[in-house]
């Protein structure tokens, strides 16, 4: 009786318990999830899958040429213009750098946008890391300029994909197929062209990393 009293008065007072609180057996059972950055990712390309992930029940880890922090970018083509208006955005922190990155340890990977890619795809370690997710079948996802990645990696031969437009060269140069459209699937790879975009694939893609996690617990 004196316990219910008692919790009877914190929720008067505001303070009562929050049945979402996670413990750290749940935080430690999530599975983890690449999001690869670099200087000048765009901010809204990063961010979404992001917060999607964590609303999804994973963990996402921000990953970058070093473990540091980077600036993100925001990319838009102003009324009038012919080319993408660039303005500094948020800072992201990158847990984890490519070269440390073991790839078994997660689950999918999110190629995010930007100009990073177009400085980031010639790491050896980010190449390695990219084949990796190709070779498994694993649940993969890119945005805008991130084909440029899987495209230097050699992993877009045959296949289907949509970017931004002017990255369609990048990518059909590389062997692989432009689709001009919001949301594109082929097998475990699903792509978008903008962060536009972000509303039809990026379901997609979720529901491609909740079967792969349903999987490893049969």
């Known amino acids: 009786m004196k316990t219910r009293i008692a919790l009877l008065a914190l929720v008067l007072l505001g303070f009562a318990p929050t049945a979402s609180a996670e413990t750290p057996q749940k935080a430690a059972a999530r599975e983890k999830v690449l999001i690869i950055v670099g200087d000048a990712t765009e901010t809204v390309d990063t961010l979404y899958p992001y917060y999607r992930l964590i609303e999804g029940g994973y963990?996402?880890?921000?990953?970058?040429?070093?473990?540091?922090?980077f600036q993100m970018v925001l990319h838009e083509v102003k009324p009038g213009w012919t080319i993408t208006k660039e303005w500094e955005g948020y800072t992201i922190e990158a847990a984890i750098a490519f070269k440390d990155i073991k790839p078994e340890q997660y689950l999918g990977i999110f190629f995010s946008g930007g100009r990073a890619p177009e400085y980031i795809r010639d790491n050896p370690d980010l190449i390695r890391v990219t084949r990796y997710f190709f070779e498994k079948n694993a649940p993969i996802a890119s945005v805008c300029h991130?084909?440029?990645?899987?495209?230097?990696?050699?992993?877009v031969k045959g296949r289907r994909m949509a970017t931004v437009p002017k990255c369609q060269f990048d990518l059909e140069v590389c062997g692989g197929i432009f689709v001009n459209a919001p949301c594109v699937v082929d097998g475990n790879l699903v792509s978008g062209r903008t962060f536009h975009d972000h509303g039809h694939y990026m379901g997609k893609w979720m529901k491609l990393l909740d079967q792969a996690r349903d999987a490893k617990k049969k």
Request: aromatic fraction near 0%; glycine fraction near 14%; include cysteine.
């Open 59 to 69: 963990e996402p880890v921000v990953a970058g040429p070093e473990k540091r922090k």
């Open 146 to 155: 991130g084909v440029e990645v899987p495209a230097r990696a050699g992993c």
